[in-house]
């Protein structure tokens, strides 16, 4: 895989925009006032995920070739293949189905696991909403758990406190790309004899005292979203256990419960991968470990940047961690005008989560908690995708060193 660290040529001319419309522009130059007068700047965005295509294109297109002339387009060799390479990453004994998305993969694995109607499954309310949306869609309740002040995870000592006779299961998200004390929730559901799973959307690449995040629950699930670690070029996911049947189980519900005989004797999904995502995520494996080392030393260069600034703070690490920066976030003094400091010098950030989802409309259930929506008011996010120039990583980390000089 190439990484490219040169200034990339100039795109499409847009203004800035929320990240969640990057896939429908891209944004790299950016006009803003100085002085009274119009200035252009080159602006980093947060992503542009075309770079990565482009780098490595006659591949890809061999690939497209190969699935379309085998015809392999839902499911089959390629997706078999992928699941195969992926499960082999976190070592021998490791199972994995491949899916449409990584909801998928929430919600197959709730579903195997018999969790419905009148469960209660616990979740951080500090993640996307897809964690607890999973939950609702089984029919259980997401009960939502409080973060940590310091490294944002879900606080293993607030689940305690919220297992009851209902608690069917607990999900931990390995939240930002790094991961949470695993470890440390595992002893509690094991204890109340639930498990864990580990929603490892963001934190591909991500470990714990040496173990892959994914290697911690009962299973795991991931999304393949383009702006993932290990991203599609569409959508994706998967659930990876070292339980065969489990893993066996949402395999069959993935494809509309049918047995051998041609019965449904459950409500089954259309839940698989696409052939073509199979192929290109196959590829895109090989070239995991330069992608996450790249995002690292980004990520290095922002730390040293913000040093230990009160007003732009950054995640702390759970003791023993190996980060994968899904998002490098910061917990800002003044979120709006860090924002604006951030574009008058041409670079895009993002709020990826505005609203806690224990607050969000479809969840809401009247509990406040404090730590996870003081968190979401201050956390902002700057770009860290492994396709940024060094020059683009330079212009990030000077404009983190000049606010924090300019606010102390
Ligand atoms: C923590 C978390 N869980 C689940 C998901 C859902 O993944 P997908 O978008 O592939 O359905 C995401 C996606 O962003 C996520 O960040």
């Known amino acids: 895989m190439t990484l490219p660290h040169q200034t990339p040529k100039p795109y499409v001319t847009t203004g800035m925009g929320n990240v969640n419309s990057f896939s429908r522009r891209t944004a790299s130059v950016h006009i803003c006032k100085k002085d009274g ?17 482009l780098a490595d294109r006659q591949r890809y297109l061999d690939l497209f070739d190969g699935v379309c002339t085998d015809a392999a387009f839902s499911d089959g060799k390629y997706v078999r293949a992928f699941e195969s390479a992926f499960a082999a990453r976190f070592g021998d004994g490791f199972f994995a189905a491949a899916l449409g998305s990584g909801t998928d993969a929430l919600f197959l694995t709730l579903t195997a696991l018999d969790v ?6 616990i979740v951080p309310s500090a993640t996307f909403t897809a964690t607890p949306g999973a939950v609702k869609m089984t029919g259980a309740r997401p009960v939502f758990a409080d973060c940590d002040p310091d490294t944002w995870q879900i606080d293993p000592a607030h689940v305690s406190s919220l297992i009851t006779g209902r608690t069917k299961a607990a999900i931990g998200v390995h939240l930002y790309g790094n991961p949470f004390d695993a470890p440390a929730l595992r002893r509690i559901t094991d204890a109340a004899g639930i498990p864990l799973i580990e929603d490892c959307a963001q934190s591909f690449g991500a470990e714990l005292n040496g173990v892959r995040t994914g290697c ?10 383009p702006t993932k670690n290990l991203g599609a070029f569409g959508e994706g996911g998967a659930v990876l256990s070292r339980d065969r049947a489990l893993a066996e189980r949402v395999g069959f ?26 192929a290109f995520l196959c590829r895109k494996l090989e070239g995991t470990d330069a992608f996450l080392a790249r995002k690292r030393a980004i990520a290095g260069q922002y730390l040293a940047a913000v040093g230990d600034s009160p007003v732009l703070v950054p995640q702390a690490l759970v003791p023993g961690s190996l980060p ?5 976030v910061l917990k800002t003094d003044d979120r709006e005008a860090f924002r604006r400091f951030m574009a008058d010098r041409g670079v895009e950030t993002a709020v990826q989560y505005p609203v806690p989802c224990h607050l ?13 929506e003081e968190l979401f008011r ?31």
């Open 37 to 53: 007068k119009d200035r252009i700047l080159h602006m980093v965005p947060m992503y542009d995920l075309k770079r990565e295509y």
């Open 116 to 121: 419905g109607p009148g469960d209660e499954v």
């Open 216 to 225: 911690f629950g009962a299973a795991a699930c991931f999304s393949f979203y």
């Open 253 to 278: 519900l993935k494809k509309h419960a049918k047995t051998e005989d041609g019965d449904h004797p459950v409500l089954g999904y259309n839940m698989r991968m696409s052939g073509l995502q199979g």
């Open 324 to 328: 994968s920066y899904h998002l490098f």
């Open 360 to 372: 969000q409309g479809v969840f809401a259930d009247g509990s406040r908690l404090p730590v996870t």
């Open 378 to 408: 201050r956390a902002v996010s700057v770009p860290i995708y492994p396709y940024l120039t060094d020059a683009e990583t330079a212009s990030v980390a000077d404009a983190l060193q000049a606010y924090c000089r300019e606010r102390q």
